[in-house]
C-alpha cells in the first residue's frame, strides 16, 4: 500500500493565510523584543547616599605625606604580625600605620623619628625619638597534638 503526501498545508479558515499567521508571529517577537529591550536598557534606580563627612573621605595616603612634611608628633600604630629568628638573625613582620605587612631587620627605621631596636622571642622594642616601647607579639594558637591520636 502505497501513499503519496501531499506537504501544502491549507489554512484552517480561508480568513487567515499563511501570510497572515507569519505576520502576526513577526509582530509578536517584535513586541517581546521591544519589552525586553527597554527593560533591560533602562538602569535600575541606585538610591543617593548621603554625602559622608570630608574626614572619611580623606585619602590615607594624603595623611601619611603630610604627616611626614607636617610639624608636630607622628601617628604611630605598630601591629606585630610575626616574628623569626634564626642564630643571630631576627626578622619582625610589622603592619606600620594599616599598612601592608613588611619585614623589618633590628636597626631598620619604620618611619622618621621611629626604629626597631630589638626583636625578642614574644615582643619587638622600637625607639622613637628617645623613648623606647614593647610591643608584644600575638600568641601562638595551640598546634594541637602531633599526628594522629587514637582516642580509646
Known sequence: MTRTWNWRLAPASPALSARTVHALGLVAVVAVLGYWGANLHTPAAVPV???AAP???A???ARTVA????PGQLRLDVAVVGLMRRDDRAVAVLKV????PKAFMTGE???RDVTLVAVDAGAVTIERAGATTRIAAPARPDPGPPGIVRVP
Open 59 to 61: 585619602d590615607p595616603a
Open 97 to 100: 600605620n594599616g599598612a601592608p
Open 67 to 70: 604627616a611626614w612634611l607636617g
Open 109 to 111: 627605621t619604620l618611619m
Open 49 to 51: 547616599a548621603a554625602p
Open 55 to 57: 574626614a572619611a573621605q
